[in-house]
Each structure stands twice: as C-alpha cells, then as structure tokens.
C-alpha cells in the first residue's frame, strides 16, 4: 500500500499539456520523499503537476519530505483526515500554492514545510493560521508581526510551525491553552 521509494519520478512530466492531475488511492499509506518533487539539481526539471487529489477515506498517515517540493503549478491540495504527519519542505517552493487544508488530527509538521508559499492563512490574536473549513487555527504558522509583546494561542491550535515566533523580540507572554 506504499508507493514507490524511486525519486524524482516525475521529472519533466505533463510539460507539453495542461498538466498533470495526481490522484491518490484510498489504500496508499504513505507518500515516499521526494516522490513528487523535480530533480532540482537541474534546471527545468520540474514535472507540471496541477492538481493532487486524495481518494475519500484516503488510508495515508505520511507525507514524506520533499515529496512535494518545487510543484508550481499546483494551487490548492487537500490533505486527507488520516494525515498525521508532513515531512520536511513537503511544500516548501510551491510558488502557486495559496490554499492548503489541513486535518485536526495532525501531529507533526516538519521545517520549511510550507517555505515560500503564498498561503492563504486565517488570523487569530496578531497571529497567522492555515487549518480546515471547521477550524481554520489546526497550524499556527507565524506572528503577524514581530514587533507583538503577547500571544494567546487559538485554543484549537494542534501544532506550532517551524520559527513562528522567529526575530520576535519584544515578546514576554505567551497564553497556551489547553
């Protein structure tokens, strides 16, 4: 029920159409590093992936790190309830990527996960989150300014992202809920 471990097996792929359409299986458990994402040892490389659809009642619990990275073509992605954990750089240099769902029940989210997207994030408390339609505050992903002395955290927050807080240097208090 995995998919290959083979890296880089979409490269160039979908470059003289509309793009490639992923779609998942429900009984894929894991998504390999690296699986996705270009070459980016070589310039143009990069497979036009435009869309990664999971199956309903997707079985997958991992994505691996970097099985996404560097996809520009790709705007939107859904990721699955059973996701419990998103590798290193997973995401990270999706320069189209502005809108990400992420499940309640994740457990962790690994460094430059989602590094130079332009995503879409809901506000709470001087602070920016990335979540789902019935809690849009699963991830805190980074202070809306560093300037901010204090921060009560979204009391349905899950995980807290990779240097949130980073050149926060005025901060003194901190609220954690429960």
């Known amino acids: 029920n995995d998919l290959s471990d083979d890296n880089y097996v979409f490269d160039n792929a979908g470059e003289d159409g509309e793009g490639i359409k992923v779609t ?3 009984n894929v458990t894991k ?4 699986l996705f994402s270009p070459s980016y040892y070589y310039d143009g490389y990069d497979p036009k992936i435009t869309s990664i659809v999971f199956a309903e009642n997707s079985a ?3 994505i691996g790190a970097y099985a996404f990275t560097h996809l520009k073509d790709l705007t939107e992605i859904i990721i699955p309830e059973g996701v419990e954990s998103i590798g290193n750089s997973a995401f990270s240099g999706c320069t ?3 809108n990400i769902t992420i499940p309640d029940n994740i457990k962790s ?6 590094d130079k997207c332009p995503l879409t994030y809901s506000e709470y408390n001087n ?7 019935s809690n849009p505050y699963v ?3 980074k202070a809306k300014t560093t300037t901010g002395t204090s921060y009560t955290i979204n009391s349905n927050t899950k995980a807290i992202y990779f240097r949130a807080f980073k050149n926060c240097t005025a901060l003194t208090s901190m609220v954690l809920p429960d």
């Open 96 to 98: 189209s990527l502005t």
């Open 31 to 34: 998504i390999p590093a690296y």
């Open 24 to 26: 998942i299986g429900k």
């Open 127 to 133: 602070a920016y989150y990335i979540g789902n339609e």
């Open 109 to 114: 989210i690994g460094t430059y996960a989602f």
């Open 139 to 141: 991830v805190l992903i």
């Open 60 to 62: 997958c619990k991992t």
